[in-house]
């Protein structure tokens, strides 16, 4: 097994932080910014990544905070998350927690939640 130093896994992780400001709760997996934003968006909002730090069990994480009472654009069923530099960029993408069933007009909160990786390869 190979070890890497917090700063080596903290550098990707920073990037995350200073450029992903936009989550978006989708209807499926997004391949691209545009999909992620608009064909899949079913609701967005605005996020503050914390700094990297200690994740459980080893390595390094970003926390991308909960949100709540964001306004539902799309009527569908939610069943992934987006992180994107809110211009051009998809940055992640993960399932949800648990698929809903949302309908345009209402509103929706997600759960904070972790993106890293550990410090053995």
């Given at each position: 097994?190979?070890?890497?130093?917090?700063?080596?896994?903290?550098?990707?992780?920073?990037?995350?932080?200073?450029?992903?400001?936009r989550l978006d709760i989708c209807s499926q997996a997004p391949t691209t910014y545009t999909e992620a934003t608009s064909t899949y968006s079913l609701g967005t909002a605005a996020v503050t990544i914390a700094s990297p730090s200690d994740k459980s069990g080893g390595g390094r994480e970003v926390i991308i905070p909960a949100v709540t009472n964001q306004s539902v654009t799309s009527t569908g069923t939610s069943t992934h998350w987006a992180i994107t530099d809110g211009?051009?960029?998809?940055?992640?993408?993960?399932?949800?927690?648990?698929?809903?069933?949302?309908?345009?007009?209402?509103?929706?909160?997600?759960?904070?939640?972790?993106?890293?990786y550990s410090d053995v390869a």
């Open positions: 097994m190979a070890f890497l130093i917090d700063n080596a896994l903290d550098s990707g992780l920073s990037w995350i932080t200073t450029n992903g400001d211009a051009s960029t998809l940055i992640a993408w993960g399932l949800l927690s648990a698929s809903t069933a949302i309908v345009a007009g209402n509103t929706f909160t997600t759960n904070a939640f972790a993106i890293g």
